[in-house]
């Protein structure tokens, strides 16, 4: 048992009702350039990244269970950063090359050009 009710249940678990959460003020997860990547967790979300940033496609958006990148002209990094630090965290990455894609709380989502 959850603890909530059926109701509360099934919105929050929804995948119809999880917001999408993407640094792009105009994200489309519909747009066909989009490449999604579904059946992601924990446990091989950082596998799915880098093989997804070898192919050159950056991470763009994330949602239940789903990744969104977006084909670029050279292989990247796609990284996730588990921490409750806001912009001091953010600098220090962007110090290193890294370009902020999207947050979810606590979850950063980093990327950047291959090295």
């Not at 249940?9 to 989009?34: H, K, L, M």
């Not at 912009?87 to 890294?98: A, D, H, I, P, T």
Request: charged share 25%; no cysteine; proline share 3%.
């Amino acid at each position: 048992m959850l603890g909530i009710s059926r109701q509360a249940a099934q919105q929050r678990f929804s995948t119809e009702t999880n917001a999408i959460y993407s640094g792009e003020a105009d994200f489309d997860p519909q747009d066909s350039t989009r490449i999604t990547r579904r059946g992601v967790t924990v446990f091989n979300e950082a596998k799915i990244m880098r093989e997804e940033g070898a192919k050159g496609r950056k991470i763009v958006g994330a949602t239940w269970l789903t990744l969104y990148f977006t084909q670029t002209d050279a292989p990247v990094e796609n990284i996730r950063v588990v921490s409750l630090r806001g912009s001091s965290l953010v600098k220090e990455y962007e110090n290193e090359g890294w370009d902020l894609a999207f947050t979810w709380t606590p979850y950063r989502y980093f990327t950047r050009p291959e090295k």
